[in-house]
């Protein structure tokens, strides 16, 4: 399978405890977002790399929130002191960077990790 | 910022046309993506605009008019298959995606 996979698919956590969460994108591709989706809602965009750098943050991403992507190949977000409204599907994507420039390269999305707090 | 209207729900019957619109207000716009979703699976990509006008894939087909803020997916000869949320997505390099509709199809 050469698709985006992410580890782990569920994961239920206490409130206060910190989880991790890993992504693995399609080899090639040199982009890796990470969005995250409530019941009933679209995907809301948390963060984006472009190979090792990590080019924007959302607002939504907190300071308990953080991402890396050492080397430009997987991904790892870490969720700090966790609280119920963390609770969610976690989803990563990947896309190739395309001549036609930002935007017009189409992400591919994981599984998703999701998350429970209770 | 962004902002996504698509209707919330549809249902149509198996082998009929079903059409979900989409309107947006963008800052930043490089196109318009159509993701197909299954209950507790993953986003699937269907079809990318930034060109205004009709693309056709198969059973599905996409029309973007960039003047208008307005997209729709044609689905057509529907399968009990397609079932599924629909969301529609501006791409600005990220993506912004409205609510989803939740299309059943019914036999």
């Known amino acids: 399978d050469t698709g985006v996979s992410q580890d782990p698919r569920h994961k239920i956590t206490k409130r206060g405890q910190n989880v991790t969460f890993r992504c693995d994108p399609i080899s090639e591709h040199n982009r890796l977002y990470w969005y995250r989706q409530t019941l009933g809602q679209g995907p809301e965009f948390l963060t984006y790399?472009?190979?090792?750098?990590?080019?924007?943050k959302s607002r939504l991403l907190s300071d308990r929130f953080s991402a890396e992507r050492p080397k430009g190949s997987f991904s790892t977000l870490e969720i700090q002191r966790t609280e119920q409204g963390d609770s969610a599907m976690y989803l990563c994507?990947?896309?190739?960077?395309?001549?036609?420039?930002?935007?017009?390269?189409?992400?591919?999305f994981g599984p998703g990790t999701r998350l429970t707090v209770l | 910022g962004q902002n996504i209207d698509q209707p919330t729900e549809m249902t149509a019957t198996e082998g009929a046309i079903v059409q979900i619109n989409c309107t947006y207000q963008t800052s930043g716009f490089n196109g318009l993506f159509w993701y197909q979703q299954h209950a507790g699976e993953a986003p699937t990509f269907l079809s990318y605009?930034?060109?205004?006008g009709l693309e056709e894939k198969g059973r599905f087909s996409s029309f973007l008019s960039r003047s208008k803020g307005y997209s729709y997916l044609l689905l057509k000869e529907l399968q009990m298959k397609d079932s599924a949320s629909y969301l529609c997505a501006t791409s600005d390099y990220k993506l912004s995606f409205g609510a989803g509709t939740t299309v059943t199809v019914r036999a």
């Open positions: 605009n930034v060109l205004d």
């Open positions: 994507a990947s896309s190739l960077e395309l001549a036609g420039g930002p935007g017009t390269d189409t992400q591919y």
């Open positions: 790399f472009q190979n090792e750098a990590q080019l924007e």
